[in-house]
């Protein structure tokens, strides 16, 4: 089993929806959580981080994190066609700054 | 700022190959890593440095070589090049905040797409 799974979609949806985008892991002691964007043949771009349990926004994203569940999860609102990308969710331990564990990512596509 | 840059963005070799792939960070980061990106399998670390002379290695080592003489650049070696190494290569750096949020900020490169015939 892969400490962080995450569903590889493609997940389509219309111009406009409301998108969720979810991760799951094992090992407890995460505490520091992620989210990075993708772009096609681009290089990954930190978008969204959480410390521990609680939500988090920042304009149309929301990043939530569940620790008793060992949930998180990307909200995007009001999707556009730009938002059309692999999403990858990141996590790593306190204190341990040099490694980072990566969900595989879900590709989502926007359509108008 | 230039950001994390990488060269070359595509290549191919033949199995058994030397090649290096080369990574430079204008940001003034201490720490630099490479990561491998496969499908279904995620970003997986390689090595890491986390300054000038000091490298470590991550997940999946083995086949690889790095050194770091410098804060700028940190390259990756391939010394044989195996059809298993075929993969697209990100390089990523960050600097050091501890304890915080800010410590696991990674800026990446755009890759570079090694395929080993």
């Known amino acids: 089993q892969k400490e962080v799974e995450q569903d590889p979609g493609p997940l389509s949806v219309p111009e406009g929806a409301i998108v969720s985008l979810n991760c799951t892991y094992s090992?407890?002691?995460?505490?520091?959580f992620m989210w990075y964007r993708q772009y096609s043949r681009k290089g990954p771009e930190l978008l969204m981080y959480t410390y521990s349990s609680g939500n988090k926004e920042d304009g149309r994203f929301t990043a939530q994190v569940d620790k008793s569940s060992k949930y998180i999860s990307l909200f995007i609102r009001d999707s556009q066609p730009s938002d059309s990308a692999t999403y990858l969710c990141a996590m790593s331990f306190t204190g341990t700054a040099s490694k980072l564990t990566f969900g595989t990512g879900t590709r989502l596509q926007v359509t108008l | 700022n230039a950001g994390v840059t990488q060269t070359p963005k595509f290549q191919v070799l033949k199995t058994g190959q030397s090649m290096t792939l080369q990574c430079a960070q204008d940001?003034?980061?201490?720490?630099m890593s490479w990561y491998r990106q496969d499908p279904g399998m995620g970003l997986r670390l390689i090595h890491y440095?986390?300054?000038?002379?000091?490298?470590d290695q991550g997940e999946v080592p083995n086949g690889y070589n790095v050194s770091r003489s410098t804060t700028e650049d940190f390259p990756l070696r391939l010394l044989s090049a195996a059809p298993s190494q075929t993969s697209v290569y990100f390089c990523?750096?960050?600097?050091?905040?501890?304890?915080?949020?800010?410590?696991?900020?990674?800026?990446f490169g755009a890759g570079s797409r090694l395929t080993v015939l």
């Open positions: 440095s986390v300054g000038a002379g000091i490298t």
């Open positions: 940001m003034n980061h201490e720490y």
């Open positions: 990523a750096s960050r600097g050091f905040s501890h304890g915080t949020i800010r410590a696991n900020v990674l800026t």
């Open positions: 090992n407890s002691a995460f505490q520091y």
